[in-house]
């Protein structure tokens, strides 16, 4: 057994048990980041104009 044969078996025992996410939270303050979810039928890229991104006023000395 080689070394890229131990690395391949552990590699396919991670993929096939993955962690569970984090939990979704609400923001707290307005420039926090955040998960811009596109979806497949309606995508809105977040540079579009209607894009809730775009729509948020910039931090304090940020361009």
Same mark, same amino acid.
């Given at each position: 057994?080689?070394?890229?044969?131990?690395?391949?078996?552990?590699r396919s025992v @991670?993929?096939?048990?993955?962690?569970?996410?984090?939990?979704?939270?609400?923001?707290?303050?307005?420039?926090?980041?955040y998960i811009h979810d596109?979806?497949?039928?309606?995508?809105?890229?977040?540079?579009? $104009?209607?894009?809730?991104?775009? $729509? @948020?006023?910039?931090?304090?000395? $940020?361009?």
């Amino acid at each position: 057994m080689t070394s890229a044969d131990i690395v391949r078996y552990w590699r396919s025992v @991670e993929l096939l048990q993955p962690q569970a996410a984090p939990k979704l939270k609400k923001r707290d303050m307005t420039h926090q980041s955040y998960i811009h979810d596109v979806s497949l039928p309606n995508p809105v890229m977040p540079w579009d $104009k209607t894009s809730n991104v775009l $729509k @948020e006023p910039l931090p304090k000395g $940020k361009v």
